[in-house]
C-alpha cells in the first residue's frame, strides 16, 4: 500500500483557470506536508508547507489539509503555461524521512 | 545564500564499479536525505544523516551507503553496479529532517552501462 497517492494525470486545464491536486496519505502520525514542484529534467523545487488543518495562501497558490481525511490538496489559481510541470505531494513524521507521492502531471493549455 | 550543490552532475559507469556522489547542504542545515528517482518509482527514499548520525534507512540492499561529515556535508556509495542502478540521485537539505522544509539539489545523474 502506497504512503501517499496521488493521481498521476495528466490534469490538463486552461490557461487562467483553477488547477487543483490532491493528495492522501495513509500514515496518521504525519505531521508535516509539501508541495513540490518539478519540471522535466530538473529538481523538486518546494513550492509549499502546510502543518495544520485548513488553508495556507501563497500568491497563486493555496494548499488545503484535513487531518481527519488525511488528505492534502494545492490548488493553483490563473493558470499560467508555465505552470505545466509535475507536483509532488510529500508527508513528513516522526520517522525524519519524506515520503513522496508518485506525482500528477500538469498540462495548462494556452 | 547559496542552495544545495551536488557533483558531479552526470555520471556514466560500467556494471561492477563503484561510485561516489557528493552533497553539500545549505548552511546551517544539519540534515541531509538521499533520494533515487526513476520514471517507474518516483522519488524513493535511500536514507538520512542528521550530525553524522544514519537516522532512517529506505529499502535498498547493502551496496548503496552513506556517511555524513562534520561540515554537513554528505557522500553516498553504490557498489558493484548493476543497470537498475541509473537514475536520478538527489539529495535534499533540511534543519531538522523529516518535519522541517527540505531543499533539494540539481541531483546526480548516473548512467550504468
Known amino acids: 500500500q502506497k504512503e501517499v497517492e496521488q493521481n498521476s494525470g495528466p490534469l490538463s486545464v486552461p490557461e487562467g483557470a483553477i488547477a487543483s491536486l490532491n493528495c492522501t496519505y495513509s500514515?496518521?502520525?504525519?505531521?508535516?506536508f509539501f508541495w513540490y514542484r518539478q519540471y522535466s529534467g530538473k529538481s523538486p523545487e518546494l513550492i509549499m508547507s502546510?502543518?495544520?488543518?485548513g488553508d495556507k495562501e501563497d500568491g497563486r497558490f493555496t494548499a488545503q489539509l484535513n487531518k481527519a481525511s488525511q488528505y492534502v490538496s494545492l490548488l493553483i489559481r490563473d493558470s499560467q503555461p508555465s505552470d505545466s510541470a509535475t507536483y509532488l505531494c510529500?508527508?513528513?513524521?516522526?520517522?525524519?524521512?519524506?515520503?513522496f507521492g508518485t506525482g500528477t502531471l500538469l498540462a495548462v493549455q494556452p | 545564500k547559496a542552495g544545495v550543490t551536488q557533483t558531479p552532475r552526470y555520471l556514466i559507469k560500467t556494471r561492477g564499479q563503484q561510485v561516489t556522489l557528493s552533497c553539500s547542504p545549505i548552511?546551517?542545515?544539519?540534515?541531509v536525505s538521499w533520494y533515487q528517482q526513476t520514471p517507474g518509482q518516483g522519488l524513493q527514499f535511500l536514507f538520512e544523516?542528521?550530525?553524522?548520525?544514519?537516522?532512517n534507512k529506505g529499502n535498498f540492499p547493502g551496496r548503496f551507503s552513506g556517511r555524513q561529515f562534520s561540515n554537513s556535508r554528505s557522500e553516498m556509495n553504490v557498489s558493484t553496479l548493476e543497470l537498475g542502478d541509473s537514475a536520478l540521485y538527489l539529495c535534499?537539505?533540511?534543519?531538522?529532517?523529516?518535519?522541517?522544509?527540505?531543499?533539494f539539489g540539481q541531483g546526480t545523474r548516473l548512467t550504468v552501462v
Open positions: 535534499a537539505s533540511s534543519l531538522q529532517g523529516g518535519n522541517t522544509e527540505a531543499f
Open positions: 502546510i502543518y495544520s488543518n
Open positions: 510529500a508527508a513528513g513524521g516522526a520517522t525524519n524521512k519524506l515520503i
Open positions: 500514515d496518521r502520525g504525519s505531521q508535516s
Open positions: 548552511s546551517g542545515h544539519r540534515s
Open positions: 544523516y542528521f550530525s553524522e548520525t544514519q537516522r
